[in-house]
């Protein structure tokens, strides 16, 4: 079982929380986990280009379960979706600076990515 397409739906929720704390401490490292995880979700998405059609079923997730299907233009649009995450996380930081509440805004950022 591939449990990749989970990792990039759930991935930068997780990283949600980590980018917000270390938003609260520095500037610095805000910026530089932020990237890290949207890099890592793009490396994912790609990874996911290379697998053909699949599907990961879960079941006993929830009432009905959960059922996810990759493949074709599900995933090239993913990975569409998640270059342009790049692009905007690595324009953020000079958009903000200066201003305050950022790390909420990158912890949004990332829930809406997921």
Known sequence: MNLLPLFCVLFPMAAAPAVYAAGRRTDQARDRL????????????????SLGEGTLTLNGAGAFGMSFAFGGVRTIFAFLCATVFVFSALSSPFYFSGEERVPRYYAFFLLTLG
């Not at 932020?34 to 280009?49: H, M």
């Open 34 to 49: 932020l990237w890290a995880a949207v890099l890592l979700e793009w490396l994912g998405c790609a990874a996911l280009l």
